[in-house]
């Protein structure tokens, strides 16, 4: 069972289950850790990350990219293009897997929950401050700053790249410092799959009180992502050695 596509699944599922379920545990009523604060959701957030770096790599992903914008910025940053199709397909597919099991785990606190932006948050991301323009450049940045760190964490002027077990826990704690730092503004996606695999779960799924999924946002950290991994990999191609 082990493959690539297999460890970019797993590695997805758990990166979604854990985030968006410290998400949950926030923002949905009666749970032990409602209004827990940002904090809490980026901690969480970045150890998710780090949780599911491991399995990927575990479950037959070398690269454990779990991120389409991750793969995007290693294809260009080594011209090799040949793993998106396999990557994206089973990044998108793994994220929604693991909305479905926030789901099913959190189902009576959404059943207590009335704001149907409460229960939106807990699959996709939306803005504080809706705007087009700022808040393209919110995930583009967010997401060039995740991929130019993940490219420097591995570099071998770095040195972390001799010692493997290492980079993990680096890239949780990027993503747990890009929350902390830039993600006040749009929720920081800075990862198209973790958006919108949970959002079509979010349109499908028999959630009471849901209301709409917000489509008209969606393009934002899909593009943004893609564009911002698509610049960070310009930058390790011909900089980072």
Not at 23 to 36: D, H, I, R
Not at 67 to 84: C, E, Q, R, Y
Not at 218 to 230: F, H, K, N, T, Y
Request: net charge positive; charged share 5%; hydrophobic share 50%.
């Amino acid at each position: 069972m082990h493959s690539a596509f297999f460890g970019e699944f797993m590695g997805t599922l758990v990166l979604v289950l854990l985030g968006n379920g410290v998400v949950a545990n926030v923002v949905l009523k009666k749970t032990l850790g409602e209004n827990s604060g940002w904090l809490v959701i980026c901690t969480g957030y970045g150890l998710a990350v780090m949780a599911g770096v491991l399995v990927a790599i575990a479950c037959g992903s070398s690269d454990a990219h779990i991120n389409p914008a991750v793969t995007l910025g290693m294809a260009i940053a080594h011209n090799d293009f040949s793993k998106i199709a396999t990557y994206w397909p089973a990044q998108i597919l793994g994220a929604m897997a693991g909305a479905l099991l926030v789901w099913l785990h959190y189902m009576p606190h959404f059943k207590a929950t009335a704001d149907p932006g409460n229960k939106l948050a807990c699959f996709s991301t939306g803005p504080a401050i809706k705007s087009t323009g700022s808040n393209l450049f919110s995930e583009t940045l967010g997401t060039f700053m995740l991929v130019a760190l993940i490219g420097a964490i591995v570099a071998k002027s770095v040195g972390a790249s001799a010692t493997p077990a290492l980079v993990p826990f680096l890239v949780g704690g990027a993503v747990w410092l890009i929350g902390l730092c830039l993600g006040g503004t749009t929720g920081f996606a800075i990862n198209p799959a973790r958006d919108l695999g949970p959002r079509i779960m979010h349109a499908i799924l028999p959630i009471p009180g849901k209301g709409g999924s917000n489509w008209g946002y969606a393009w934002i950290p899909v593009l943004g992502g893609l564009i911002g991994g698509s610049i960070a990999g310009v930058l390790i191609k011909f900089h980072f050695q």
